[in-house]
């Protein structure tokens, strides 16, 4: 029993330690999640550092390096750009030793106009990101990818006026999983990249399946996509 009792700490130890690790790790890693609203506080440099060096984002209106979408958001703000509101769910994560995956619920608030209507366009989308482990003990975003799925457009107040114009909208050119926040960052004088990825399409599945490559998580018995 002794001998038994030997053997059986110190696994119990590491089994105990390595559950610690784990939501470590997973707290560090909503905690970015979330604070991608630095984003809407002009905190350009908080929202650098959650992303790694190399960092890439891939939205609807950039898709390149972390570093040009800081310099463009920054352009933006100062251009006095509509103000946008990011709401993010807790995310659900999987960490894999040195690299994680997680994807939250997101729903992008932005006030805009047409003519003397104010309007304020509601998108409903998902941030699925790869995160790395720094050599500094930090996790930060090695991608990050929105998945769009709806949108919908209100006039901020009771309008007639706005009924009679939404007719007139250009919408039918716009894929119809953002189609209202498409032509309202069109107007700002924004493009909508190419890549842009959708709710159940053939690119979502290739970005998951891809992003689980790379995370090397087939390696995990217990590992889930988020």
Not at 30 to 52: K, T
Not at 59 to 86: L, Q, Y
Not at 89 to 110: F, H, K, Q, W, Y
Not at 138 to 146: A, M, S
Request: charged share 25%; net charge neutral; with cysteine.
């Amino acid at each position: 029993m002794a001998l038994i009792l030997a053997f059986a700490l110190p696994v119990s130890t590491f089994a105990q330690s390595t559950n610690v690790t784990l939501e470590i790790a997973r707290a560090e890693i909503s905690r970015n999640v979330s604070s991608f609203s630095y984003r809407d506080q002009a905190r350009w440099a908080d929202l650098r550092n959650l992303f790694s060096k190399d960092a890439t984002i891939s939205i609807s209106w950039h898709d390149g390096t972390v570093d040009g979408f800081v310099e463009r958001s920054r352009r933006m703000v100062e251009e006095g750009a509509p103000p946008t509101k990011h709401w993010i769910s807790p995310p659900r994560i999987t960490v894999c030793g040195n690299r994680a995956l997680s994807e939250a619920d997101v729903i992008i608030m932005v006030r805009s106009s047409v003519g003397l209507i104010e309007l304020d366009v509601t998108s409903y989308t998902r941030f699925y990101d790869q995160f790395e482990l720094g050599g500094d003990g930090v996790w930060r975003i090695y991608k990050r990818t929105g998945i769009y799925e709806k949108d919908r457009v209100d006039s901020v107040g009771p309008s007639f006026l706005f009924w009679a114009t939404y007719l007139f909208m250009p919408l039918g050119k716009y894929p119809k999983e953002f189609r209202h926040l498409a032509f309202g960052l069109e107007r700002t004088g924004l493009s909508i990249t190419p890549n842009v990825v959708t709710t159940g399409s053939e690119k979502e599945r290739a970005l998951k399946q891809n992003a689980w490559e790379w995370s090397g998580c087939s390696a995990f018995l217990k590992a889930t996509q988020p």
